[in-house]
């Protein structure tokens, strides 16, 4: 009796044990394939290349690398005696192009007034009135030059056009910088961001506004988020352009087709004290459908979104 009861006590367990790694295993199938994840997730954010909008040699560098600075706060001076310069010259050809405006139209007035008693011939007075014109368009075009001196001198002061983080700073007083050529990074914290890249074939199970949780591989805190959009296109890569512009396609065939990973952007909730994002990051990205939380079927991504 104590072994057949012993028998019936170990099958019982044993059937037990085997129910629960098959509810174990059915949950963890389960997931895998209906809940969306991937490993391959960054933390990204939009870099800012500070490009100075004139040249010249750099007077005061008035941040350090990774400082943390406000929209508007002055990065860089370039020395601006040379503008200074150009603006005091702008100032004086202007201020000699509005004295010879009003003698023309001084001089057009008086010729006007004696073709009234035949004093002068209409000639005369046509010749006044031009010589007015222009020198109306002299006066505009010397205005237009002290507002480019203007201009010069103001942007000679490099802002930051965003709050952010400074990065990759290798700048000195006495530096030269030329228009047009990036002198520093400014990493904009406003738009931190994470981004999964899932496989093609978990599409479906992704919908924008879908909630998301983040692993960061840098900490053990969670993050949240809301799926914001999901990439229109990626690169064909068995298709180019040929020499004559027609399509280019690898005559080749690989039977082990590997599913495409497709960008998934993530808009970040308030992050918690203490997480320091930084661009690059590495993340596990967990998408849960809203579908599962209302019992339905799996959200589909619509063609409008």
Excluded: C
């Amino acid at each position: 009796m104590k072994a057949f009861l012993l028998r019936t006590l170990r099958l019982a367990v044993t059937l037990v044990v085997v129910a629960i790694a098959a509810g174990v295993g059915w949950n963890v199938w389960h997931d895998y394939m209906n809940t969306p994840w991937t490993r391959d997730g960054h933390v990204r954010a939009d870099v800012i290349g500070i490009t100075p909008d004139v040249s010249g040699p750099v007077g005061a560098v008035l941040v350090r690398d990774n400082q943390t600075v406000a929209k508007g706060d002055v990065l860089i001076e370039i020395d601006g005696a040379r503008f200074q310069l150009a603006l005091d010259l702008a100032k004086a050809a202007l201020a000699d192009k509005q004295a010879a405006l009003q003698q023309a139209e001084r001089n057009a007035g008086r010729y006007r007034k004696l073709g009234k008693g035949a004093a002068v011939s209409q000639q005369t007075i046509e010749e006044a009135q031009l010589a007015a014109v222009q020198a109306e368009a002299a006066y505009q075009e010397a205005l237009s030059n002290r507002g480019v001196a203007e201009l010069n001198l103001e942007r000679a002061v490099v802002r930051a056009p965003s709050a952010g983080i400074v990065s990759n700073l290798s700048l000195n007083p006495g530096d030269y910088v030329t228009a047009g050529k990036a002198v520093m990074a400014l990493v904009d914290t406003e738009t931190l961001r994470v981004e999964g890249y899932f496989e093609e074939s978990q599409l479906t199970g992704i919908a924008v506004g879908d909630p998301v949780e983040i692993d960061l591989m840098a900490g053990t805190a969670k993050l949240t988020g809301r799926v914001e959009s999901i990439a229109a296109g990626i690169e064909d890569r068995e298709r180019s352009d040929g020499s004559n512009l027609l399509a280019n396609v690898t005559p080749t065939f690989s039977w082990v087709r590997l599913a495409q990973r497709i960008p998934v952007r993530v808009a970040l909730d308030a992050v918690p004290e203490g997480i320091r994002l930084v661009a690059g990051l590495t993340a596990t990205v967990t998408v849960r459908p809203r579908g599962d939380a209302d019992g339905g079927s799996l959200p589909a991504v619509a063609a409008a979104e």
